[in-house]
């Protein structure tokens, strides 16, 4: 079993930028795929990126594509997730998951293990 803990959350001005790490321990990251979803106040848990184990392929939900970018560094057993030109309906709290095939996922994907989810807030 992997364990997921992110950071880099916080306050940014909209057209600002972050960047979340996920930090695996346990079982080495290598072996899943790794993705971030988010989940705003009063809205379902939504997916953002996902990234596969060997080949690197990415995948994004419509909205940040273009603007948010998913990496991995298996060396350190982490996932990336850098957020460019961010506006207030990004603001939410971002969440690590781990699963064994990368694709566009949804909250209902059989998924091995979640962070516990960093906050991100976007000031207009």
């Known amino acids: 079993q992997v364990q997921l803990v992110e950071s880099g959350g916080g306050l940014v001005q909209a057209g600002g930028s972050l960047r979340l790490s996920c930090a695996a321990s346990g079982r080495t990251s290598s072996n899943y795929a790794m993705g971030w979803f988010r989940q705003a106040p009063g809205k379902e848990r939504e997916f953002v990126a996902a990234?596969?184990?060997?080949?690197?392929?990415?995948y994004y939900v419509d909205s940040v594509k273009g603007r948010f970018t998913i990496s991995r560094d298996n060396a350190k057993n982490a996932v990336y997730l850098q957020m460019n030109s961010l506006n207030s309906e990004d603001t939410a709290v971002y969440y690590c998951?781990?699963?064994?095939?990368?694709?566009?996922?949804?909250?209902?994907?059989?998924?091995?293990?979640w962070g516990q989810g960093t906050q991100v807030t976007v000031s207009s």
């Open positions: 998951a781990a699963g064994r095939v990368a694709g566009l996922w949804s909250p209902t994907s059989e998924l091995d293990a």
């Open positions: 990234i596969s184990r060997g080949i690197l392929r990415t």
